[in-house]
């Protein structure tokens, strides 16, 4: 068995034991919210029978074991549960407002590229006064929440000027677009700040490292050496960033989603705590999860086959 493979079956191993801590965690947690009855009976009080019979019918007075058994292993088999709130099949209310999260994120990543790896870029190779400019920018972007950001975007963008729509999700390909284009600003400002330090930071490293000065005497073009020398080996470390922020993104589309009235998965679970409908928040939860651990893993991945070097310091890890 090579030391690949070996890195493979450990990255997978931990994200498996990973994901197991996690259901158990969520699981657990949801119990420190109290008896669900209340929410089950729809806010009125319920009559003793009542109680008996939502108790019966979710397994309420079974051991927590059992019942966290009985969650997963319909987890494995395509059944999340039914909403307490909304009476349906959690995947229903989850599925349609999961696109709209994804697209979201899409979006933001496209913008967190563009602008935060391009002024990252521009920081470390254009000189002093461009590196400060980008600097003062990003300690801006920084300091700025992501509700602050929506609500300037609303107020500028939306309301005086009326360029981009205020609220909603939109309807088709290019609606949605324009409906999404506010939210994905308001969210990637920070994230853009983020990328742009940490890809200067990693490029000035590169720049400065004895392979590049060797290059440099050696005559190689300095479009050559960025490209090969410089960004290849600067690779890994923003794919191994941007691997978390991506995951980071899912989690933080909430406040955006909440702000733009988009119905995502982010203001779902919102909604889901507010109102006690613990499958839902059970199932949001772990999809939050899984996509946090699943992207992180295909970044170190990523990260190896364009770095070998990087294998031992996974392994080390």
């Known amino acids: 068995m090579n030391a690949l493979t070996r890195t493979l079956l450990g990255r997978l191993g931990g994200l498996v034991l990973t994901l197991f801590l996690a259901s158990i965690v969520i699981f657990s947690a949801v119990l420190l919210t109290g008896d669900p009855i209340a929410a089950l009976a729809g806010g009125a009080k319920p009559t003793p029978e009542l109680v008996a019979q939502i108790r019966l019918e979710y397994h309420l007075d079974d051991p927590v074991w059992a019942r966290y058994w009985m969650w997963l292993s319909g987890v494995f088999q395509g059944d999340f549960g039914r909403s307490f709130v909304y009476k349906t099949d959690v995947v229903s209310l989850v599925a349609p407002r999961f696109g709209i999260t994804l697209q979201l994120v899409l979006l933001t990543v496209v913008l967190i590229l563009i602008f935060g790896v391009g002024s990252g870029i521009l920081a470390a190779t254009r000189g002093a006064r461009t590196d400060r400019t980008v600097a003062v920018l990003t300690s801006l972007g920084m300091a700025l929440p992501t509700f602050v950001v929506a609500i300037l975007l609303i107020w500028i963008f939306a309301k005086t000027l009326g360029w981009f729509p205020v609220y909603g999700a939109g309807e088709g390909f290019w609606d949605r677009l324009w409906h999404l284009v506010l939210p994905a600003i308001s969210l ?130």
């Open 188 to 317: 990637a400002v920070l994230f853009v700040a983020y990328i742009s330090r940490v890809t200067r930071s990693a490029l000035i490293g590169q720049l400065h490292s004895e392979h590049v000065d060797t290059a440099r005497v050696r005559g190689i073009p300095a479009r050559r050496i960025f490209g090969v020398h410089v960004f290849r080996n600067a690779s890994p470390q923003l794919l191994a960033i941007s691997g978390t922020t991506i995951a980071g993104l899912f989690a933080a589309s909430a406040i955006a989603e909440v702000a733009f009235g988009l119905g995502g998965i982010g203001s779902l679970l919102v909604q889901a705590a507010a109102r006690a409908d613990l499958p839902v928040v059970q199932i949001v939860s772990l999809l939050l999860v899984v996509i946090f651990v699943v992207l992180n893993a295909v970044a170190d991945l990523i990260s190896f086959a364009i770095d070998p070097t990087s294998l031992s310091e996974g392994m080390n890890a």
